[in-house]
């Protein structure tokens, strides 16, 4: 249990300061970014197809969601860092219990948030292939 994934975060640098210095998170941000583009381009391209306003409230919902996951995340992730600042000389030290759950917190909300986004963007392709093809049977 002492030893850590790595997988889990990129460097002790990740609990001290920003998440954006992690090319993980980078990754998940950008995905997140690609989820909710992808929602907008839906909205554009078949709002004659579905009522507008079902759509608009769908599509703003999707959009909402998203954007208030990575809220929280970066709000879990300030916690996280106020905790890890405040560690005493004897919670410090590497593989200490403390220093093992707040790492495993961080990549837990890692994670989630990857899982999150990628669903997301999984589902509103999902959708906007059967949209193509109602278009195509609606003509």
Same mark, same amino acid.
């Given at each position: ?9 990129? #460097?002790? *640098? ?6 954006? !210095?992690? +090319?993980?998170?980078?990754?998940? =941000?950008?995905? #997140?970014?690609?989820?909710?583009? =992808? ?26 969601? /998203? $954007? ?5 995340? /970066?709000?879990?992730? +300030?916690?996280? !860092? =106020? ?11 590497? #593989?200490?219990?403390l220093d093992l759950a707040i790492r495993?917190? =961080?990549?837990?909300?890692?994670? $989630?948030?990857?899982? *999150? ?9 999902? +959708? ?12």
């Open positions: 249990m002492n030893e850590i994934p790595r997988s889990f975060i990129d #460097g002790r *640098c990740f609990l001290t300061g920003s998440p954006f !210095r992690s +090319a993980w998170f980078w990754v998940i =941000t950008a995905l #997140g970014i690609g989820a909710l583009v =992808t929602d907008v381009v839906l909205l554009i391209q078949y709002h004659r197809l579905l009522d507008s306003n079902a759509s608009v409230a769908l599509g703003a919902l999707v959009g909402i969601q /998203l $954007l208030y996951q990575l809220w929280r995340t /970066l709000r879990y992730y +300030a916690r996280i !860092r =106020t905790l890890y600042s405040m560690k005493s000389a004897d919670e410090a030290k590497e #593989g200490s219990p495993i917190a =961080t990549g837990g909300l890692t994670d $989630l948030l990857f899982y *999150c986004f990628g669903i997301t963007l999984v589902m509103l392709v999902v +959708a906007g292939v059967l949209l193509m093809h109602l278009n195509h049977v609606a003509r």
